[in-house]
């Protein structure tokens, strides 16, 4: 008999426990070990210190070639795209390409991205853009 008044005298503790693990568990936010746009992650870039004869031609084919590359990109449904546009002897080749485990939609983001950031070489006619899951060239 005094067992039985003992186990009764422990059941509110216990379910009062219990609630604060519930309420502590409910309050604990989810932590993520990176962040979830993974595009936006810039591993390096590279502007050349060289610039194209004609900036004219230059920034007509650069702009085709990219055109070119994003198309592939989103229309072809690949991984991996190579174009090259001469004009005036003005020659602009690119190559980008994304990592296996990506998905097209967010191979076409991180194009988008690394594209953005090669615009900041202006007229230099090579540069590089490496993020997490894609490169441009």
């Not at 426990?17 to 309420?23: D, E, K, S």
């Not at 991996?80 to 994304?98: D, I, K, Q």
Request: net charge positive; with cysteine; proline share 1%.
């Amino acid at each position: 008999m005094n067992m039985k008044r003992l186990e009764k005298s422990w059941f509110p503790w216990r379910l009062a426990g219990l609630m604060v693990l519930v309420v502590f568990i409910a309050k604990v936010e989810p932590v993520a070990s990176q962040a979830s746009d993974r595009n936006s992650t810039l591993m390096r870039y590279y502007c050349s210190l060289y610039y194209g004869r004609s900036s004219t031609y230059f920034l007509s084919n650069l702009n085709t070639t990219l055109s070119s590359l994003h198309r592939q990109l989103t229309v072809d449904r690949v991984h991996y795209a190579v174009a090259r546009t001469l004009l005036n002897g003005e020659s602009v080749w690119g190559l980008a390409s994304c990592r296996g485990y990506v998905s097209n939609a967010d191979c076409v983001a991180c194009y988008d991205y690394a594209v953005a950031q090669l615009r900041v070489c202006g007229l230099g006619n090579g540069a590089h853009a490496f993020y997490d899951d894609c490169d441009v060239r």
